[in-house]
């Protein structure tokens, strides 16, 4: 069985932000059962876990003599190892990871950028000079992508990990007020997390914050 790192309090308060999220759901859209393994912040830099994530961050992936890091890269494996997640055609297929990519690397550095400006700098003189021009990049992303997603469900074709990226990305901009300028991105993201496999997944991780605030 697959085992992943997860933290053992997350900051976000079980709201499925962190990035052990997007790995549990694509275990979950497979069927494939995994564990978890919880880490502190002070284990997550020690040696041993070092050696798995030489950034010291969550999450990794471990299973048989395989280990990774990166978010991208462990859905990627899960999804090319198992059914379900990756289109059979082979352009479709090459397509779907591309969708993969433009989620972490088009539109999740903006949205990481606007979500740690408005979590950690809210006190700084200059935010408020700052803020709109972070949500502009942001609001041209979501433009450009609602326009491409047009009237269609997913992505292309079928829901595939490149949705799954994508709507793990798009969630964390819930508390912007950027998801109401694009309903149409809103209900995107609402159709990811209504899948039971989003569902699973989601509980999993609330589970284990609710565990740590209670003990
Ligand atoms: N590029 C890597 C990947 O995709 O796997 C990034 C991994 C990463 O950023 N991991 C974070 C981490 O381990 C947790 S997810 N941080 C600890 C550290 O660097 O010391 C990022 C995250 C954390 C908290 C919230 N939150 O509270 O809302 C959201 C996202």
Redesign the pocket.
């Known amino acids: 069985m697959p085992t992943i790192t997860a933290?053992e309090s997350?900051?976000?308060?079980g709201?499925g932000?962190?990035?052990?999220m997007?790995v549990r759901w694509a275990f979950e859209e497979v069927g494939q059962p995994y564990d978890v393994r919880l880490v502190s912040?002070t284990a997550?830099?020690q040696p041993a876990h070092r050696a798995l994530?030489p950034?010291?961050?969550?999450?990794t992936y471990e299973d048989g003599d395989l280990a990774l890091?990166?978010?991208?890269?462990?859905v990627l494996h899960i999804a090319e190892h198992h059914d379900g997640l990756l289109p059979k055609n082979a352009d479709a297929r090459a397509r779907a990871i591309a969708w993969m990519f433009a989620a972490?690397s088009t539109m999740e550095p903006p949205i990481?950028e606007l979500?740690m400006a408005m979590?950690f700098e809210r006190d700084k003189r200059w935010y408020a000079e700052r803020l709109p021009g972070l949500q502009d990049r942001v609001r041209v992303r979501l433009g450009e992508l609602s326009r491409r997603l047009g009237e269609a469900d997913w992505l292309d074709g079928t829901f595939s990990a490149g949705d799954l990226m994508m709507v793990t990305v798009l969630r964390?901009l819930h508390t912007s007020g950027l998801l109401d300028e694009f309903p149409d991105i809103a209900a995107y993201v609402a159709r990811g997390e209504a899948r039971p496999a989003f569902r699973r997944a989601f509980d999993a991780q609330l589970a284990v914050f609710t565990a740590a605030s209670q003990s």
């Open positions: 933290f997350s900051p976000d308060r709201k932000h962190a990035r052990d997007r912040f997550m830099k994530h950034f010291g961050q969550i999450p890091f990166e978010s991208g890269a462990i972490l990481v979500t979590l964390r």
